[in-house]
């Protein structure tokens, strides 16, 4: 099992930057990608941004330019780095983790997801 705990949400102003953390722990096999998704209220919870084991990074076009996603392979951390924000981010962000594991066929794909941490963009 892989457990997923976020941090860094909040209320900020427009404009504001937030950072946000991801930390994993458990048993990660063979790590395919991390990311942050977000699900603001009566909406879908949509990508916000990925990072590959390989680093590659792919970004929704509305965050690009303004956020941006790394990761710490030593402490199995995401951060999501938050600038320029605008009340339309204004929504829940959730981690989530891709790994390859061990099932009775083979491997398989496994998909953990964090609680969630909400991050509010108000004057």
């Known amino acids: 099992q892989v457990q997923l705990v976020e941090s860094g949400g909040g209320l900020v102003q427009p404009g504001g930057s937030l950072r946000l953390s991801c930390a994993a722990s458990?048993?990660?096999?063979?790590?395919?990608?991390m990311g942050w998704y977000r699900q603001a209220p009566g909406n879908q919870r949509e990508l916000v941004a990925t990072?590959?084991?390989?680093?590659?990074?792919n970004y929704a076009d509305s965050v690009k330019g303004r956020f941006t996603i790394s990761r710490d392979n030593a402490k199995n951390t995401v951060y999501l780095q938050m600038n320029s924000l605008k009340p339309e981010d204004t929504a829940v962000y959730y981690c989530?983790?891709?790994?390859?594991?061990?099932?009775?066929?083979?491997?398989?794909?496994?998909?953990?997801w964090g609680q969630g941490t909400q991050v509010t963009v108000s004057s």
């Open positions: 458990g048993s990660i096999f063979s790590l395919i990608s």
């Open positions: 990072i590959t084991s390989g680093d590659r990074t």
């Open positions: 989530k983790l891709t790994t390859l594991g061990p099932s009775r066929s083979g491997y398989a794909q496994y998909q953990y």
